[in-house]
């Protein structure tokens, strides 16, 4: 089997793929385990959609506030290192998180392919407001324009920058490594067939991942994983 710190030391061009897996260890819980929202709320994709935030804005702004905000959350290992390694120059993340905390880890080269939580605009002018301003009204103090934060909901598409970043980087990857996610959510997981050709793959996660292609499958806690990782 091929050593996964090697792989980490001989490559310049990491991708990591990321996704919930890899912020539960700060605390803030996935979609899809037996734990998660979508377990805990069969509604719960309704709830996150475009659809219901127009028919029933109220509800949306108090469902945000009830299961997506953990302000408090901080960075884990896993964000840690992954954030050294773009500081470095040797790779970039494209994540479906939405949390903000590779940035509060000082990620470098970062694609937040579904949005951020904490990057709130007014949808009557298009100003952003800080974020700790939407916790307390979902209406803007200046216009009284209802405020969203700038995430991919359900029935909305993502945003082109994301999809044309992301495709940049794969195409430039010589490894890309998958992390805490199930790698069943499209279009995020679709990206993958884009990489360049060349580029090894390594995925990073407790339960095995079957991919249609070859692959170094590290069967293992990605916070034991990382906390092993050195950085050369």
């Known amino acids: ?3 996964a710190q090697e792989l980490l030391n001989q490559s310049q061009h990491i991708v990591f793929m990321t996704g919930a897996g890899v912020s539960t260890p700060s605390g803030i819980p996935d979609y899809r385990s037996k734990n998660g929202l979508y377990t805990q709320h069969h509604n719960a994709e309704y709830y996150l959609s475009h ?5 029933h804005p109220q509800d949306f702004y108090q469902y945000l506030q009830d299961n997506l905000y953990y302000p408090d959350a901080k960075p884990n290992v896993i964000h840690e290192k992954m954030a050294a390694l773009t ?3 040797r790779a970039s993340v494209i994540t479906q998180n939405i949390d903000n905390l590779y940035n509060v880890a000082g990620t470098k080269n970062l694609v937040e392919f579904h949005g951020n939580l904490y990057h709130i605009y007014c949808t009557a ?3 952003s407001v800080p974020w700790a301003d939407y916790l307390k009204s979902p209406y803007h103090a200046t216009d ?3 405020l969203r934060p700038n995430v991919v909901l359900y029935d909305e598409g ?3 920058e994301s999809i044309q970043r992301s495709l940049a980087f794969l195409q430039a990857a010589d490894l890309v490594v998958i992390c805490g996610t199930s790698f069943r959510v ?3 997981a679709g990206l ?3 990489r360049n050709p060349q580029a090894r793959v390594m995925a990073i996660n407790e339960e095995p991942l079957q991919l249609p292609f070859d692959f170094t499958m590290v069967q293992q806690n990605a916070v034991e994983f990382f906390e092993n990782v050195t950085l050369s």
């Open 1 to 3: 089997m091929v050593d």
């Open 51 to 55: 659809a219901f935030l127009a028919e």
């Open 87 to 89: 500081q470095q120059g």
């Open 125 to 127: 002018c298009g100003q």
């Open 144 to 146: 009284h324009g209802y």
């Open 158 to 160: 993502i945003a082109q």
């Open 186 to 188: 499209y279009p995020f």
């Open 192 to 194: 993958i067939d884009y």
